[in-house]
């Protein structure tokens, strides 16, 4: 009855406006004190900071300010025109670079929303143009724009290696796979589309090719050298997050110097859009943080409830399989990532339902991708994805078209999940290869 109650008000204050940090920080508050343990909220602020004093945690906000900076800088046009010339002249080839940009953006900004963001307003109005539907070129921009949580370096993925103690390099490593896979059924769908609405194809190469591919080789170079660094051991997640600031704001005065044609004028710009991206960072991480909070209260009353244990329990009693339960605990944890955010979903849902999971048999690393994957579909999800709402805004699709047109695309990747779920050396061949799991 207890939960029914705080269930109801949370939902009510969440629809009256109220920010889901303070509706979860205040929901777990009134939840010590109606099961009688208000006695345990004394001990709340140092629980709340040993929660998050990670080192890990550092790598976040340095990965979203060379994500930001790099949308800034013209990093992701020239990314798109390198997809446009590999892909572009193929039958239904702008959804192709749709998707490709979206693999290159992967192991740069590692967020599906700051992915969205950057390729809405290039690759929707490109594909209108050239006939598609409006409402397909923007649920195609949000499916294909998932990838870039999966594919490293990964936000999403850092988060759960901090609260869960796993091997943040394995998780990069497993994510790599997976990340090409969803590309790959991607590609396969924009195929069938492709032939069966006759989309067009032939667009040509942006300027030429050699031009194109030597501007695009620095980007590129990036999370290569990030990836490889943190997967073999030579640097942190933190350490590489540095890198790949100090490595972003280089290539942002290049092309700058560049286009521009002067050393002032290149240093101006530099300065004026590192500026912009480090206070948006700034803003970002704080949001993140005030969830952080709120969820390490709410673990606070898990634990003390003895809730893992008793799921642990009841899967032993119920006698499931480990990937059984993987895919009971998949649902749930979809379910919840239609309404809730990503990351107070993560570390609210995770170390409730993951630790039976992993005591059944289950490998921490595969049940970290597939959970990162899985709360991941959640921001294109109806009725409250974030990805959605961004490329709406963005790209001036209504809402509630472009939530009935994400259905088939999120069709396709649900299969993939359940692929992943039921088919762990998909995600563990490649960590394995690399001596990051045994």
């Known amino acids: 009855m207890v939960w029914i109650v705080l269930l109801v008000v949370a939902l009510a204050a969440i629809l009256s406006g109220v920010a889901i940090s303070y509706v979860a920080g205040a929901a777990a508050v009134m939840a010590f004190v109606l099961t009688d343990h208000a006695a345990y909220l004394g001990i709340l602020p140092q629980r709340i900071f040993s929660q998050i004093d990670v080192f890990t945690f550092l790598a976040m906000p340095l990965f979203i300010l060379a994500g930001d900076a790099m949308t800034r800088g013209g990093v992701t046009r020239v990314l798109i025109d390198l997809a446009m010339l590999i892909v ?14 979206s693999v290159f953006l992967a192991g740069i900004s590692g967020s ?5 963001a950057a390729t809405t307003n290039t690759l929707v109005p490109a594909m209108k143009e050239q006939g598609y539907r409006a409402d397909f070129a923007a649920a195609l921009t949000a499916a294909s724009c998932v990838i870039g949580p999966i594919i490293p370096p990964s936000i999403v993925m850092i988060f759960y290696g901090a609260l869960m103690n796993v091997s943040v390099a394995a998780l990069f490593a497993g994510g790599i796979v997976p990340g090409l896979l969803m590309a790959v059924f991607l590609f396969a769908y924009n195929f069938w589309i492709a032939r069966r609405d006759d989309h067009p194809g032939g667009v040509a190469p942006v300027g030429a090719a050699l031009a194109t591919i030597l501007r695009a080789l620095p980007a590129l170079a990036i999370p290569v050298t990030i990836v490889a660094g943190i997967v073999f051991g030579v640097v942190t997640p933190t350490e590489a997050a540095g890198i790949a600031v100090a490595i972003t704001v280089v290539l942002v005065f290049a092309y700058a110097l560049v286009d521009r044609g002067g050393i002032g ?5 530099t300065a004026t859009l590192t500026s912009a991206s480090v206070e948006r960072t700034v803003m970002l991480t704080g949001s993140i943080f005030m969830i952080l909070f709120a969820a390490a209260v709410f673990g606070y009353l898990m634990g003390i409830l003895r809730v893992p244990e008793q799921i642990a329990a009841m899967v032993q009693n119920a006698g499931l399989t480990s990937a059984a339960y993987l895919l009971l605990a998949s649902a ?12 107070m979903a993560l570390v609210l849902l995770v170390p409730v339902l993951i630790p039976a999971a992993i005591a059944g048999g289950a490998d921490p690393v595969h049940v970290g991708v597939v959970s990162c994957l899985n709360l991941t579909l959640g921001l294109i999800s109806p009725p409250f994805g974030g990805c959605l709402m961004v ?3 963005a790209s001036g699709v209504n809402y509630l078209r472009l939530s009935l047109a994400i259905l088939p695309f999120l069709a396709v990747q649900v299969v993939l999940l359940i692929l992943l779920i039921l088919l762990p050396e998909l995600t563990l061949a490649l960590p394995r290869a690399l001596g990051l799991v045994q």
């Open 88 to 101: 572009g002249r193929f039958k239904g080839g702008l959804g192709y670079v749709n998707i490709s940009s």
């Open 112 to 116: 599906a929303v700051a992915d969205a």
């Open 265 to 269: 004028a290149a240093l101006r710009t």
């Open 332 to 343: 749930v944890m979809f379910l919840a990532g239609m309404v809730m955010d990503v990351t």
């Open 391 to 393: 490329i709406s805004a």
